[in-house]
């Protein structure tokens, strides 16, 4: 069975704060993702990676960073949180490219921006 | 427009009934997930199918990549049943991201 994990689970900050949400695949899968999730909205792609060292630009990636410092570690980066980025995070990983190969996710993790 | 269309938005069912989720594409898809996210909010995978019929349990799902649709047909359902289903589709051409459906909110009422 595939093993994502995800922290924190739930974070609570302020405009202006600085937030690292962090992910963790022990899939030995090449790439990695991080999505938001809003009410009403399906998963929307924020940044992508395929190896340590990489980064993609998914659909929405505007005020996020993401960092994959190892094959089994991505993280994504809020250095100026907004109240519009209050939402359900999810990461997920696979052994191939995007939607060609079952994708497994995290567990999430509930931001809240005030 | 959007490329995967989900419907219906939101479901009401009687415990030990029935129905069926859709998904209809836009575009050719060469695969398609069904997730559900429970009420931790976790997105948990259901079925992954690159063509063909799967079956777990009370769950089935369905995958025409020619007619451009999925289907979730859950029977017998239970109150643990309830949560948001998603689907989601990898495109044939172009951009090769997982695209996601807007969900289906179901309630299991005793």
């Known amino acids: 069975e595939a093993a994502v994990t995800q922290s924190p689970r739930n974070k609570v900050t302020v405009t202006g704060g600085n937030v690292t949400l962090s992910c963790r695949q022990t899939?030995?899968?090449?790439?990695m993702y991080w999505y938001r999730q809003d009410t009403g909205h399906g998963l929307r792609l924020i940044h992508y990676?395929?190896?340590?060292?990489?980064?993609q630009i998914g659909d929405v990636p505007d005020g996020y960073k993401a960092t994959r410092t190892t094959q089994e570690d991505f993280f994504l980066l809020l250095e100026l949180a907004s109240p519009s980025q209050t939402s359900l995070y999810f990461c997920?990983?696979?052994?191939?490219?995007?939607?060609?190969?079952?994708?497994?996710f995290g567990p999430g993790t509930r931001l809240t921006v005030l | 427009g959007d490329q995967v269309e989900q419907s219906p938005s939101a479901l009401s069912l009687h415990e030990g009934t029935g129905s069926a989720l859709r998904c209809n594409f836009t575009?050719?898809?060469?695969?398609v997930q069904w997730f559900r996210k429970n009420s931790r909010g976790s997105l948990i995978n259901l079925f992954y199918?690159?063509?063909g019929t799967k079956e777990n349990g009370r769950l089935k799902s369905a995958f025409d990549s020619k007619e451009r649709y999925s289907t979730l047909h859950i029977r017998d359902a239970q109150l643990e049943d309830s949560g948001t289903y998603f689907c989601?589709?990898?495109?044939?051409?172009?951009?090769?991201?997982?695209?996601f459906g807007s969900g289906t909110q179901l309630t299991v009422m005793p």
């Open positions: 997920a990983s696979s052994v191939g490219q995007g939607g060609s190969y079952e994708q497994y």
């Open positions: 899939n030995s899968h090449n790439y």
């Open positions: 990676s395929y190896g340590a060292g990489n980064l």
């Open positions: 575009t050719t898809m060469r695969a």
């Open positions: 199918l690159a063509s």
């Open positions: 989601a589709a990898g495109a044939s051409s172009g951009s090769w991201q997982l695209i």
